[in-house]
């Protein structure tokens, strides 16, 4: 493989831990592709950053929700340049509520977002992989997936989905050498998190070990080793970034 330009594709990557994994990833003589939904200017600096580290970065917008443009966006990497050697589905949001005032409106666009638009993604993946017998897949999971989060019903349900999904996908693609794994960020600072009251974060503070959130590069330094050839042995595996806060 040292020969060969390889390929990856970030999904949510205009900002935050997306903007991080790319950033993280980047290296001469791989090619980078940055999605987002909508930010178009935050994407094209992450593309800046990703090139800045020696890296050729395209933008690839479409919503990972919508199967068309998944299909649609895929195909024109089928076309050029004809593989995929890494997909990191970091795409997500929160609509978070209490269960008995839960729109089903916030339930649905939480799961499409988090779990079906992960879904789509590595479906049209998994063509290329497959052809190539090699890949890395990476979803960004949570650690409230495993602890639950009281207000975040649809957010942890999504995020356990993925790791579900992680584990299953998995076992189907190991004999063709693509690895699948979770990471599970604790509480990161991005724009996600930075919204919560004081009180909240004092209290999630109190909570964890190391006594301070994380940072988006944290988690892509656990993104970048997943992805990389040393974890070619590791697949199936949910890596936990979140300061103790929870010691599965
Ligand atoms: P963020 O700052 O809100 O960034 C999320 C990114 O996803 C944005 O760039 C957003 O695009 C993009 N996105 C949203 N919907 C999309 C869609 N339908 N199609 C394509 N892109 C879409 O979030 P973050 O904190 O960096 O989180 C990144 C990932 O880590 C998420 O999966 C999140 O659940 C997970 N995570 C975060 C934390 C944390 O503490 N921050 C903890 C655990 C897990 P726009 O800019 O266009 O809106």
Redesign the pocket.
């Known amino acids: 493989m040292s020969q060969v330009q390889r390929v990856a594709l970030v ?10 994994i790319a950033v993280a990833l980047a290296k001469p003589g791989l090619t980078i592709y940055i ?5 178009w200017d ?2 094209a600096y992450t593309c800046s950053l990703v090139e800045a580290n020696g890296a050729q970065a395209h933008l690839l917008p ?5 199967s068309p443009s998944v299909e649609q966006a895929f195909a024109q990497i089928a076309d050029d340049p004809g593989r995929l050697d890494i997909l990191v ?6 609509r978070d509520n209490l269960i008995a005032r839960m729109k089903e409106e916030q339930w649905e666009q939480v799961l ?3 779990l079906k ?1 992960a879904f789509n993604c590595i479906r049209a993946a998994v063509r290329l992989m497959l052809k190539q017998r090699y890949g890395r897949i990476i979803n ?5 997936a495993v602890m639950g989060n009281a207000g975040q019903v649809n ?1 942890a349900a999504s ?1 356990a989905g993925l790791i579900g999904l992680t584990k299953s996908v998995a076992r189907e693609l190991a004999s063709r050498h693509i690895t699948v794994n979770a990471v ?10 930075e919204n919560l009251p004081e009180k909240t974060k004092a209290e999630l503070l109190a909570q964890i070990p190391l006594h301070r ?2 940072t ?1 590069e944290e ?1 892509a330094q656990a993104v970048a080793f997943l992805a990389s050839d040393h974890a070619a042995y590791i697949t199936g595996q949910v890596l936990h970034v979140n300061g103790g806060m929870l010691m599965p």
Not at 35 to 39: G, L, S
Not at 89 to 94: E, F, R, S
Not at 184 to 193: K, L
């Open positions: 999904t949510g990557a205009a900002r935050g831990i997306g903007r991080a999605n987002d939904v909508a930010n935050e994407a479409f919503d990972v929700t919508h589905n970091n795409a997500g949001i929160t499409a977002v988090n638009g960004i999971s949570s650690v409230v957010y995020k599970a960020p604790g509480f990161i600072t991005t724009e996600m998190t959130f994380g988006p988690v």
